[in-house]
């Protein structure tokens, strides 16, 4: 897991800032606002979207670094003030061209598994609504796998969101 970039500077007045213990901790505080300063966490949603035959799975192949060419399912960074779920929607619509309606929260996993990514992702199990597939945004390719065939994949979070949704354990999933 990556460590996030120790602050040295006041975010609200630009002062330099100093370690204070506080609730717990020892925090970064701001002497000359009183302040705090609490880290926010990047948080990620996606789908995991079901084949209408119910025979495979959507999954998308990175077309950049981290993991360029590895599979993952459709998902990207919440926006400030965004719902978690309509981000996961939005990010499906923008990476494949599809649409998707959600049907339950399927996994929540914790932990950054490279310096740009999230610390929290949110996946929810979704089925298709509409649209045609069409690589996008972020994405190369959009196919449907079969859950005993599944392509090289990207992520960590990838494998145990997989493991989760056909119960098997993670590390039999490559």
């Known amino acids: 897991m990556s460590q996030s970039v120790e602050l040295n500077y006041c975010p ?13 901790r020892v925090r970064r505080f701001c002497p000359a606002c009183e302040r705090i300063i609490f880290h926010e966490h990047k948080v990620a949603a996606g789908v995991l979207v079901e084949e209408k035959r119910g025979d495979g799975i959507l999954l998308v192949r990175r077309r950049m670094n981290p993991h360029k060419g590895l599979w993952t399912f459709p998902a990207g960074f919440v926006d400030f003030n965004e719902d978690p779920a309509e981000a996961a929607m939005r990010e499906c619509r923008e990476e494949t061209g599809l649409k998707v309606a959600l049907i339950g929260l399927l996994d929540v996993i914790g932990g950054r598994e490279h310096k740009r990514g999230a610390d929290i992702v949110i996946v929810y199990r979704a089925r298709l609504l509409g649209g045609e597939p069409e690589a996008a945004d972020d994405v190369d390719r959009v196919a449907f796998f079969a859950l005993d065939d599944l ?3 990207a992520f960590h979070a990838t494998r145990v969101v997989l493991a989760h949704w056909i119960g098997k354990p993670v590390q039999s999933l490559g």
């Not at 609200?12 to 717990?24: I, S, V």
């Open 151 to 153: 392509p090289p994949l």
């Open 12 to 24: 609200h007045c630009g002062r330099a800032l100093q370690d204070r213990k506080a609730f717990g």
